[in-house]
């Protein structure tokens, strides 16, 4: 039922209504015990009813029941006052004993009717109220979990947006930070031309050419090992693969003659080194490199390794390993690299170097051309022809990182064993000259 404009009623404040005017009636003495009592669990019920219809309406009934059961129990009372009211209740309570006894017997199969009834569902409608209840609570947590879904759905989505809005942010920053290079890059080519065109005049000095070309190349630098961490491997993944070496150098070095690691990178090797008690210690031509190799606790310094070995004293090392630094060079450059080499390795002492292998044409489609500051690549039979030049004796060929097998060529394995055969040695072949081995280092003693 609702109020006139379609408005609910508030049954809390009626029943409030209701319960303030019982209570002044009751004060009043206008109520029986009886009727007080129907009235407080008509109340009560109610508003039971308010919070849970099903049952509360079953409770209701249970209620009315059991306060009409017996037919022969109705009270005498009267609603009339002074000596007519005391006449009629006379009267009342003597037809009330009059009729007692024969109601009583001819009632009696109603009233035992109406106790088995009343125990029944005495005995039912709990129960099915607390079934009731059971499944308004299921239905509760229900509805619970449906928001609580809804809520971490909601949640998950505002993540995802955060994370590409993120992502989007990074891309913008990569962007800028690419173009900033290049910028900066253009403008440092220009100022050392203005610079060195100023030196040729003799405005400026020669001092301030060399400090333009350093701070360009610190700037390319910076763009080199950004370039490494993209495209070389983590550091965890070149550590390992050359911790091979360190067997080679273990005899070999010492305290007063140490391992160079000649173009040291960003110091994988000398990490490795220094975890086997190797005494090591690197040089790059990359003051970003050096930098972040010191930033590891290694002994790196920055500048050129031929210059460096210039400035070392004959028969000063145990051994020197180059890793991917002999494709860098020009011919007079390696040349005089494996002569100095040579000269400052003490007797006994070992050089390695690693590098792309030609041999494996697949490294063209990937690793070798990929790096714009190679120069071009060492055939095996070169650097072992370099390394015998330079006076170093026991030198070998070692072939590293072989291309998995998955990515080789597959052998026939059906079609007749003469097919076969002629195929399947067709495609070693392939195999050989196309996914052999990405990479391999030369080893000489002294």
Same mark, same amino acid.
């Given at each position: 039922?609702?109020?006139?404009?379609?408005?609910?009623?508030?049954?809390?404040?009626?029943?409030?209504?209701v319960e303030?005017?019982?209570?002044?009636?009751?004060?009043?003495?206008?109520y029986?015990?009886?009727e007080?009592?129907r009235v407080?669990?008509?109340?009560?019920?109610?508003?039971?009813?308010?919070e849970?219809?099903?049952?509360?309406?079953?409770?209701?009934?249970?209620?009315?029941?059991?306060?009409?059961?017996?037919?022969?129990?109705?009270?005498?009372?009267?609603?009339?006052?002074?000596?007519a009211?005391?006449l009629?209740?006379?009267?009342?309570?003597?037809?009330?004993?009059?009729?007692?006894?024969?109601l009583?017997?001819?009632?009696?199969?109603?009233?035992?009717f109406?106790?088995?009834?009343?125990?029944?569902?005495?005995?039912?409608?709990?129960?099915?109220?607390?079934?009731?209840?059971r499944?308004a609570?299921?239905d509760?947590r229900?509805d619970?979990q449906?928001?609580?879904?809804?809520?971490?759905?909601?949640?998950?989505?505002?993540?995802?947006e955060?994370?590409?809005?993120?992502?989007?942010?990074?891309?913008a920053?990569?962007?800028?930070?690419?173009?900033?290079?290049?910028?900066?890059?253009?403008?440092?080519?220009?100022?050392?031309?203005?610079?060195?065109?100023?030196?040729e005049?003799?405005?400026?000095s020669?001092?301030?050419?060399a400090?333009?070309?350093?701070?360009?190349?610190a700037?390319?630098?910076?763009?080199?090992?950004?370039?490494?961490?993209?495209?070389?491997?983590?550091?965890?993944?070149?550590?390992?693969?050359?911790?091979?070496?360190?067997?080679?150098f273990?005899?070999?070095?010492?305290?007063? %003659?140490?391992? /160079? @690691? =000649?173009?040291?990178?960003r110091?994988?090797?000398? $990490? *490795? #080194?220094?975890?086997?008690?190797?005494? +090591?210690?690197?040089v790059?031509i990359?003051?970003?490199?050096?930098?972040?190799?010191?930033q590891?606790?290694?002994?790196?310094?920055?500048?050129?390794?031929?210059?460096?070995?210039?400035?070392?004293a004959?028969?000063?090392?145990?051994?020197?390993?180059m890793?991917?630094?002999?494709?860098?060079?020009?011919l007079?450059?390696?040349?005089?690299?494996?002569?100095?080499?040579?000269?400052?390795?003490?007797?006994?002492?070992?050089?390695?170097?690693?590098?792309?292998?030609?041999?494996?044409?697949?490294?063209?489609?990937? %690793?070798?051309? /990929? @790096? =714009?500051?190679?120069?071009?690549?060492?055939?095996? $039979? *070169? #650097?072992r022809?370099?390394?015998?030049? +330079?006076?170093?004796?026991?030198?070998?060929?070692?072939?590293?990182?072989?291309v998995?097998?998955?990515?080789?060529?597959q052998?026939?394995?059906?079609?007749?064993?003469?097919?076969?055969?002629?195929?399947?040695?067709?495609?070693?072949?392939?195999n050989?000259l196309?996914?052999?081995?990405?990479?391999y280092?030369?080893?000489?003693?002294?």
């Open positions: 039922m609702s109020e006139p404009g379609g408005a609910k009623p508030d049954v809390r404040a009626l029943l409030r209504e303030e005017a019982v209570r002044q009636k009751k004060a009043m003495g206008l029986d015990p009886a007080i009592r407080e669990e008509a109340a009560l019920s109610f508003s039971q009813a308010v849970d219809s099903a049952a509360a309406e079953l409770g209701i009934l249970r209620a009315g029941l059991n306060q009409l059961w017996d037919t022969k129990q109705w009270g005498v009372s009267t609603h009339r006052e002074g000596a009211a005391r009629v209740l006379l009267l009342k309570k003597l037809i009330y004993k009059l009729t007692k006894f024969p009583s017997v001819w009632l009696a199969r109603q009233v035992a109406n106790d088995q009834l009343i125990k029944a569902l005495n005995h039912l409608i709990p129960q099915h109220v607390d079934l009731l209840r499944q609570h299921s509760r229900l619970a449906e928001d609580l879904s809804r809520a971490l759905s909601e949640r998950l989505r505002r993540q995802e955060a994370l590409r809005e993120m992502t989007a942010r990074l891309e920053l990569e962007r800028a930070s690419a173009q900033g290079s290049t910028q900066t890059e253009l403008l440092l080519a220009q100022l050392q031309a203005i610079v060195e065109k100023q030196a005049a003799g405005v400026v020669a001092g301030a050419v400090e333009i070309k350093a701070a360009r190349s700037s390319r630098g910076a763009s080199y090992l950004a370039f490494e961490d993209l495209h070389r491997g983590s550091r965890d993944e070149i550590k390992a693969k050359q911790a091979v070496y360190l067997a080679h273990k005899d070999a070095a010492s305290q007063e %003659a140490p391992v /160079l @690691d =000649l173009g040291c990178g110091g994988e090797f000398l $990490e *490795a #080194a220094k975890e086997a008690g190797i005494p +090591a210690r690197g790059d990359n003051p970003e490199m050096a930098a972040l190799g010191r590891h606790g290694l002994e790196v310094a920055a500048g050129d390794g031929l210059e460096h070995l210039r400035a070392l004959p028969e000063s090392l145990g051994g020197i390993l890793s991917q630094v002999i494709e860098h060079l020009s007079d450059e390696l040349t005089e690299l494996v002569g100095l080499c040579a000269s400052r390795l003490k007797p006994g002492g070992v050089l390695i170097a690693e590098t792309v292998n030609p041999q494996c044409l697949s490294t063209f489609a990937g %690793a070798f051309y /990929l @790096d =714009l500051t190679h120069n071009k690549p060492i055939h095996p $039979e *070169a #650097a022809f370099l390394w015998r030049w +330079a006076g170093l004796t026991e030198v070998e060929i070692i072939y590293l990182s072989p998995p097998p998955e990515h080789r060529l052998p026939l394995t059906s079609g007749g064993p003469e097919l076969s055969d002629v195929f399947n040695r067709n495609v070693e072949r392939l050989n196309l996914y052999s081995h990405l990479d280092a030369v080893k000489g003693r002294k």
